[in-house]
């Protein structure tokens, strides 16, 4: 029998050495070293050396004892070196919690050179975690010399625990109001010491949830596990509703777990079922669409923006959902590019008692010589699976080649149609001939104040106004109104909603208010208020003065000496017959003097400018403005910093350049640019189309 000896590197200490039968057979005055997995030493549990003084026999083995309570991926690993070429080999076998011993694969034979041979031996998960392993080493066949093991390396990797997430009550409906809740439990591995994990909801699948189904923010939050707590539970809030929609699915994800955890599932997934029903017990609302800025010019830079209106009726109080998308049509449909890359679409809602929404996109201008271009707007309910209406615009070219006319473009505003007439409604007010005021019911009403001079207020439902003779107020308040002034000198103000105003005979005061008004004039010198929304307004005849207002107004003088201001938005203003006078101001505004001798400021941003028949003026004023000053002497008023500006349609001899603001003749360049010619002077650039440089003197232009 051998003399064996193991040293441990870790503790310092001489193991003791067991024969088969257990017995002690050297350095028996030391116990068992049952070695633990050191926590700050890379996961190793021990490094020893071993060696016989004398051959082995059958009943001899090195043993090696260790505690792998916390750790996985065992490896045992050593390096051994014999001298003799006896025919040696050797087998590693392993116990688990005092056991029976396994071996691990057959018995190997070494080569005997006298030479260090490394072994590696690794146990799947059969090691794992495991408190009493024990190892041994035998050798066999030996006959003399000795054999010497040294490096012996029991290692593993920290034993991570691991957190799972799972839905516990998570698919229910989200009810009609308050709030619902739907749970999901967290579980964990290792209890041994506490720890605490993130959790985080987000939106997922087809129909994904938003903040609005939790109350206006996503949940998210961190669980807290003591020591020994097992599992927790997470309860997210959905909002109940009576919105007709899909079931919503949503996703929570768990992150930045304490202790490092494994997340094992990370994420569970949840579903808000849909409970309602259409409103009415299956009436369906009836939608309709309807835009006053359908076909504009798209402009050069920037976006313009196309807007229309969603209206409700019938069935109006429960909760609706439409959507809406937008795609080419005709001849020549617009594309992705024509919206800044993507065709736009989105999801109105209806709250209980709503009628109206307003959707708006942008169409991105540019420089490009094109075909009008066409698109369709189709509003539908998917999770109903239903078609309800659709509208179509039109992008208008307004850009144009070099050549003395070719490509020039032509400018006019969208054609008014006819103005609506009065609404159905459920009940009629008279007045006499006094001075009444009549106010409306609740209910869709008709008001007439006969003569006197009458004050007519509408309320909240959709009303018809009529002042008939008489100096009267009307007033449309909420809802989509129909307002009439009649004779005399009236003030008609439309208030909230979509409302057709008309003056009627005589010099009136009319406002739209708030809305995307049709307004009309009529006969007399009236003075006409857009307001706040994308109106329609038509002066007729006598000299009006007509103010667009906010947001993209279209309007025309028409018969009498007019004045149209643009104010805010991109506007399209039509003076009419007789000489007008127009000021885009802010915004990129297409002018038309039409008829007579007219006076146009395109004001700021990107204008065209269009003088129609007559003498005309035109000043683009500040922006790349594009002006054409059709039949008739007509004059460009220019001064330095006015932009970049191009007149289309320059007649030598019968049209001048006129010049303000300090600027003179010797100050300004004039330059041949390929067919056309380019007057420059200090942030001012002016192109005549078609026309050679060789014609222009000092004789076409004038001090203004």
Same mark, same amino acid.
């Given at each position: 029998?051998?003399n064996?000896t193991?040293?441990?590197?870790?503790s310092g200490n001489?193991i003791?050495?067991?024969?088969?039968?257990?017995?002690?057979?050297?350095?028996?005055?030391?116990?068992?070293?049952?070695?633990?997995?050191?926590?700050?030493n890379?996961?190793?549990v021990?490094?020893?050396?071993?060696?016989s003084?004398?051959?082995?026999?059958?009943?001899?083995?090195?043993?090696?004892?260790?505690?792998?309570?916390g750790?996985?991926?065992?490896?045992?690993?050593?390096?051994?070196?014999?001298?003799?070429?006896?025919?040696?080999?050797?087998?590693?076998?392993?116990?688990?919690g005092g056991?029976?011993?396994?071996?691990?694969?057959?018995?190997?034979?070494?080569?005997?050179d006298?030479?260090?041979?490394?072994?590696?031996?690794?146990?799947?998960?059969?090691?794992?975690? @495991?408190?009493?392993?024990?190892?041994?080493?035998?050798?066999?066949n030996?006959g003399?010399?000795?054999?010497? &093991?040294?490096?012996?390396?029991?290692?593993?990797?920290l034993?991570?625990?691991?957190?799972?997430?799972?839905?516990?009550?998570?698919?229910g409906?989200?009810?009609?109001?308050?709030? %619902?809740p739907?749970t999901?439990t967290?579980?964990?591995?290792?209890?041994?010491?506490?720890?605490s994990?993130?959790?985080?909801?987000?939106?997922?699948?087809?129909?994904?949830?938003?903040?609005?189904?939790?109350?206006?923010a996503?949940?998210?939050?961190?669980?807290?596990?003591?020591?020994? @707590?097992?599992?927790?539970v997470?309860?997210?809030?959905?909002?109940?509703?009576?919105?007709?929609?899909?079931n919503?699915?949503?996703?929570?994800?768990?992150?930045a777990?304490?202790?490092?955890?494994?997340?094992?599932?990370?994420?569970?997934?949840?579903?808000?079922?849909?409970?309602?029903?259409?409103?009415?017990?299956?009436?369906?609302?009836?939608?309709?669409?309807?835009?006053?800025s359908?076909?504009q010019?798209?402009?050069?830079?920037g976006?313009t923006?196309?807007?229309?209106?969603?209206?409700?009726?019938?069935?109006?109080?429960?909760?609706t959902?439409?959507?809406?998308?937008?795609?080419?049509s005709?001849?020549?449909?617009?594309?992705?590019?024509?919206?800044g890359?993507?065709?736009?679409?989105?999801?109105?809602?209806?709250?209980?008692?709503?009628?109206?929404?307003?959707?708006?996109?942008?169409?991105?201008?540019?420089?490009?010589?094109?075909?009008d271009?066409?698109?369709?707007?189709?509003?539908s309910?998917?999770?109903?699976?239903?078609?309800?209406?659709?509208?179509t615009g039109?992008?208008?070219?307004?850009?144009?080649?070099s050549?003395?006319?070719s490509?020039?473009?032509?400018?006019?505003?969208?054609?008014?149609?006819?103005?609506?007439?009065?609404?159905?409604?459920?009940?009629?007010l008279?007045?006499?001939?006094?001075?009444?005021?009549?106010?409306?019911?609740?209910?869709?009403?008709t008001?007439?104040?006969?003569?006197?001079n009458?004050?007519?207020f509408g309320?909240?439902?959709?009303?018809?106004?009529f002042?008939?003779?008489?100096?009267?107020?009307l007033?449309?308040?909420?809802?989509?109104?129909?307002?009439d002034?009649g004779?005399?000198?009236?003030?008609?103000?439309g208030?909230?909603?979509?409302d057709?105003i008309?003056?009627?005979?005589?010099?009136?005061?009319?406002a739209?208010?708030?809305?995307?008004?049709?307004i009309?004039?009529?006969?007399?010198?009236d003075?006409?208020?857009g307001?706040?929304?994308?109106?329609?307004?038509?002066?007729?005849t006598?000299?009006?003065?007509?103010?667009?207002?906010q947001?993209?107004?279209?309007a025309?003088?028409?018969?009498?000496?007019?004045?149209?201001?643009?104010?805010?938005?991109?506007?399209?203003?039509?003076?009419?017959?007789?000489?007008?006078?127009?000021?885009?101001?802010?915004?990129?505004d297409?002018?038309?003097?039409?008829?007579?001798?007219?006076?146009?400021y395109?004001g700021?941003?990107?204008?065209?400018?269009?003088?129609?028949?007559?003498?005309?003026?035109l000043?683009?004023?500040?922006g790349?403005?594009?002006?054409?000053?059709?039949?008739?002497?007509?004059?460009?008023?220019?001064?330095?910093?006015?932009g970049?500006?191009?007149?289309?349609?320059?007649?030598?001899?019968?049209?001048?350049?006129?010049?303000?603001?300090?600027?003179?003749?010797?100050? &300004?360049?004039?330059?041949?640019?390929?067919?056309?010619?380019?007057?420059?002077?200090?942030?001012?650039?002016?192109?005549?189309?078609?026309i050679?440089?060789? %014609?222009i003197?000092?004789?076409?232009?004038?001090?203004?």
């Open positions: 029998m051998a064996l193991i040293w441990d590197f870790e001489i003791p050495i067991f024969d088969v039968n257990g017995g002690a057979i050297a350095n028996t005055g030391l116990g068992i070293n049952n070695v633990a997995f050191p926590s700050d890379g996961g190793q021990w490094r020893a050396k071993a060696w003084t004398g051959a082995f026999d059958a009943n001899d083995y090195f043993e090696f004892k260790a505690d792998l309570t750790h996985q991926n065992i490896t045992f690993d050593f390096e051994e070196r014999q001298q003799n070429a006896d025919g040696i080999t050797f087998e590693l076998q392993y116990s688990v056991g029976a011993f396994t071996p691990v694969g057959a018995a190997i034979t070494p080569t005997a006298g030479q260090w041979h490394a072994h590696n031996f690794t146990f799947g998960a059969a090691l794992d975690n @495991q408190a009493n392993v024990a190892f041994r080493l035998f050798g066999y030996f003399t010399g000795n054999w010497k &093991v040294d490096n012996v390396t029991i290692a593993g990797n034993l991570t625990s691991s957190m799972a997430i799972a839905p516990t009550a998570a698919g409906p989200e009810g009609n109001a308050g709030n %619902t739907y999901f967290i579980a964990r591995t290792d209890t041994t010491t506490a720890s994990v993130d959790w985080t909801v987000a939106g997922t699948g087809a129909n994904p949830v938003d903040a609005a189904d939790f109350g206006g996503l949940p998210f939050g961190t669980v807290n596990f003591a020591i020994g @707590q097992a599992s927790q997470v309860t997210v809030n959905a909002s109940g509703d009576a919105t007709i929609e899909p919503e699915d949503f996703n929570v994800t768990l992150s777990p304490a202790n490092g955890e494994n997340l094992a599932a990370a994420v569970a997934m949840g579903t808000i079922q849909n409970d309602d029903t259409t409103p009415g017990g299956g009436t369906t609302p009836t939608i309709a669409l309807s835009s006053a359908a076909t010019m798209e402009g050069d830079t976006t923006p196309y807007s229309f209106t969603i209206t409700r009726s019938g069935s109006t109080t429960g909760t959902n439409v959507d809406w998308t937008v795609a080419g005709g001849t020549n449909p617009a594309d992705a590019a024509d919206f890359g993507t065709l736009p679409g989105g999801t109105v809602s209806f709250a209980p008692g709503e009628t109206n929404k307003v959707i708006t996109f942008n169409v991105s201008s540019d420089t490009t010589v094109e075909a271009e066409d698109f369709t707007v189709t509003l309910d998917s999770s109903l699976g239903t078609v309800y209406t659709s509208g039109t992008i208008q070219n307004d850009d144009s080649t050549g003395g006319g490509g020039t473009p032509t400018h006019s505003c969208p054609t008014f149609g006819v103005f609506p007439g009065p609404a159905t409604t459920i009940e009629t008279f007045g006499d001939n006094t001075n009444n005021t009549i106010v409306s019911s609740a209910n869709a009403s008001a007439l104040g006969l003569n006197g009458d004050t007519l309320l909240g439902g959709t009303d018809n106004l002042g008939n003779r008489g100096q009267d107020i007033y449309g308040n909420i809802n989509d109104d129909y307002l002034g004779q005399d000198e009236d003030w008609v103000l208030g909230k909603g979509n057709v008309r003056g009627g005979f005589d010099d009136d005061t009319l739209g208010q708030i809305g995307n008004d049709r009309e004039g009529n006969e007399g010198n003075v006409i208020f307001n706040v929304g994308f109106d329609s307004i038509h002066g007729n006598g000299n009006d003065s007509i103010y667009a207002g947001d993209d107004d279209v025309k003088g028409n018969a009498g000496r007019d004045t149209l201001i643009g104010d805010l938005g991109n506007d399209c203003l039509d003076g009419g017959a007789d000489a007008d006078l127009l000021f885009g101001n802010n915004g990129n297409c002018l038309l003097g039409d008829s007579g001798n007219d006076l146009l395109g700021r941003d990107d204008d065209s400018l269009t003088g129609g028949l007559g003498n005309d003026i000043k683009g004023d500040i790349n403005d594009l002006l054409t000053g059709s039949t008739g002497g007509d004059r460009f008023d220019f001064r330095t910093g006015d970049n500006d191009i007149i289309t349609d320059f007649q030598d001899g019968a049209d001048i350049i006129g010049l303000s603001g300090g600027l003179t003749f010797a100050a &300004v360049s004039i330059t041949q640019v390929g067919v056309d010619t380019q007057l420059s002077a200090s942030g001012l650039s002016v192109t005549l189309q078609g050679n440089a060789s %014609t003197s000092s004789a076409d232009f004038a001090l203004v």
